[in-house]
């Protein structure tokens, strides 16, 4: 839950933020009374801080969309110019993006706020899945710049035994060796740019850290498999600040869909290991999903890491003056 990575640093053929994908249909199924869920009003904001006065400020802002398991209405917007509204083509992420010229203030600040309504999600639970297209398959087994495929130090991991040819068991199986092999550990420098190599060597790191290697080992044993990106809620606050991000992962099969894991919350919460194999709590906003994201309009910076905090440029290079501030209350 850090800025690392931001710089550095919504599924499939058709928008899995869309509420029209297979990733949304097999991962919830609408109208299950059983689910557990969570209703709350989420702020999201930043100052943009010390900008150079008449300089050109472009910013964009990630857009959390409904899909089978959560509802997202705009209450209100506060941007200090007009905002155009886009989609990525990869994954199908919205945002907003503005510019305007940086006041004599040096400060730029700007706030959005949604009511959300989340459920739980148990994609075991799922029977009635979709096959992925070819495109999918393609893409959800493909490299990213820091999660490899068939790389030999994240192989190294689990070759000293057989893995089970079931795709759930080989998929749990992965999951226990992550567990197993990292950390939930932010109190040294590295952690959060979801970097496999890094994580195999150092042993410990963020959420980013844990589901990047679960990413690689499943894509590297043909599971395909995503990021997703959102913000946690306390379980025992009812209102307040939000510190950052949390992120999951997902994998697919072909008899129950996409399946979350959550495998750094389990690693902190080791009674709820169990659980995190298969399911979310409702606990969270989904705002992105994948890796190496070209923004609409396209920023002159590079591909994002992931996003999920506001990014700017100013004069066409990336600008990280910036404090945010999220918040959340419940409905």
Not at 13 to 25: I, M
Not at 156 to 177: E, T
Not at 263 to 281: R, V
Request: glycine letters at 6%; aromatic letters at 12%.
């Amino acid at each position: 839950m850090t800025r690392s990575g931001r710089l550095i640093p919504l599924v499939l053929a058709v928008s899995f933020l869309a509420a029209a994908t297979s990733f949304a249909d097999d991962s919830a199924e609408a109208g299950d009374a059983k689910k557990r869920g969570r209703s709350f009003r989420f702020e999201y904001g930043a100052t943009l801080q010390k900008l150079p006065a008449g300089k050109e400020v472009r910013v964009w802002l990630p857009v959390p969309t409904s899909n089978d398991y959560q509802r997202i209405t705009e209450v209100s917007r506060s941007l200090p110019a007009t905002a155009d509204e886009g989609k990525e083509m990869k994954f199908g992420n919205r945002m907003l993006h503005f510019q305007t010229p940086a006041p004599a203030s040096g400060e730029v600040t700007f706030q959005m706020v949604w009511d959300v309504e989340r459920k739980e999600v148990n994609g075991l639970a799922q029977t009635t899945a979709k096959s992925l297209s070819e495109a999918d398959q393609k893409k959800f087994l493909a490299a990213d710049r820091r999660v490899p495929v068939n790389d030999p130090k994240p192989l190294a991991l689990v070759s000293a035994a057989p893995l089970p040819g079931d795709r759930i068991q080989l998929a749990r199986a992965l999951y226990d060796k992550v567990d197993d092999h990292v950390k939930y550990d932010k109190s040294k420098p590295g952690y959060g740019n979801g970097d496999v190599l890094w994580v195999c060597d150092s042993r410990f790191g963020n959420c980013t850290d844990f589901h990047s290697l679960f990413i690689s080992l499943a894509r590297s044993k043909g599971v395909p498999a995503l990021f997703a990106i959102g913000f946690p809620l306390p379980t025992d606050k009812t209102e307040g600040e939000i510190a950052g991000y949390h992120c999951w992962a997902f994998f697919h099969e072909q008899s129950h869909g996409w399946v979350p894991v959550d495998i750094s919350e389990a690693d902190k919460n080791p009674s709820m290991k169990e659980y995190y194999f298969g399911n979310l709590t409702p606990d969270r906003v989904t705002f992105t999903i994948g890796r190496d994201l070209d923004l609409v309009p396209k920023q002159q910076g590079e591909p994002l890491n992931f996003f999920v905090y506001p990014y700017a440029e100013v004069d066409g290079r990336p600008y990280t003056e910036m404090r945010e501030k999220f918040r959340f209350k419940d409905r």
